[in-house]
């Protein structure tokens, strides 16, 4: 079989192609008298998260979008981080925000990520805005959609790489990733066929020997070996870890399949590099068409 040379799914230049399209329509807004806004809450002192949220504030302030950030303390109670929710709710600067996940251990997630107004849900991971994704098979919905699944979709589809009747495996079932994405992929938009592999799976070399897309996103370095994937496949690495090199002590990010294992890839996203600059593409998509409805609707 004769497979071309693999291909890279450039995200840094699609996120930078995304957001000179949102300046204009930024621009459009203003001339409106509209002033998008986002906030950040970020509580403790993650070293990932705060690089995170900082690298948010930069591309806010690259295109035009108000950042409102709202920093706490690493013990900050359930009831200081639930009162910061509340005053976003209400703030009418704000468009939309988001909770840096994760939150310290103390804190019930789950109960603050409730208390988000819906339509300010600027990450899509309100249970409301979740159940949307549900309930639309066909795969239109006006509710924000979860930022990193969104940004693999956005990703492939500006690399003009299909995905109808593909067979998609997806490494991880989590709530930011896997669950979402499994939706989005199976909807009658993309029209993939698509599993969810995870600990419960049996045989997963051959699983993932017949994919003809694999999703990797567990956070386990270079988990996805060459042997498991299949000459041509398409591979999206999403899973970030921190690994300490010894001959020099310092900290390097990679991700979850090997690099030899892109080798074989007809197309494959970099990590880092790939995925996770359409992630914050996509957070600032969100903000945007949140506005653009405010106006539809009149």
Known sequence: MNVPKSQVLD????????????SERIRDLNARGVEPGLGIVLVGEDPASRSYVRNKVQDCAEVGIVSLRRDLPEDATQEQVERVVDELNQDPCCTGYIVQLP???HIDEKRVLEKIDPQKDADGLHPLNLGRLVLNVSGHTESALP????????????????????????????ITVGRPLELLLSSKLINATVTVAHTGTPDLEDVLSRADVIVAAMGVPHAVRPEQVKEGAILLDVGVS?????????????????????????????????????????????????????????
Not at 12 to 19: D, G, P
Request: aromatic content about 4%.
């Open 103 to 105: 939150l310290p251990k």
């Open 242 to 298: 921190r690994i300490m090199e010894p001959a020099t002590g310092r900290y390097q990010l990679v991700g979850d399949i090997h690099p030899q294992a892109l080798e074989k890839a007809q197309w494959f996203s970099p990590n880092p590099g790939g995925v996770g600059p359409m992630t914050r593409a996509m957070l600032l998509v969100n903000i945007v068409e949140a506005e653009e409805r405010k106006i539809s609707r009149g």
């Open 11 to 22: 995200g840094r230049s699609a996120a930078e192609a995304i957001r000179r399209e949102l």
């Open 147 to 174: 930022c990193t699944p969104a940004g693999i979709i956005e990703l492939l589809q500006r690399h003009r790489v299909g995905l109808m009747g593909k067979h998609v495996v997806i490494l991880g079932r989590g």
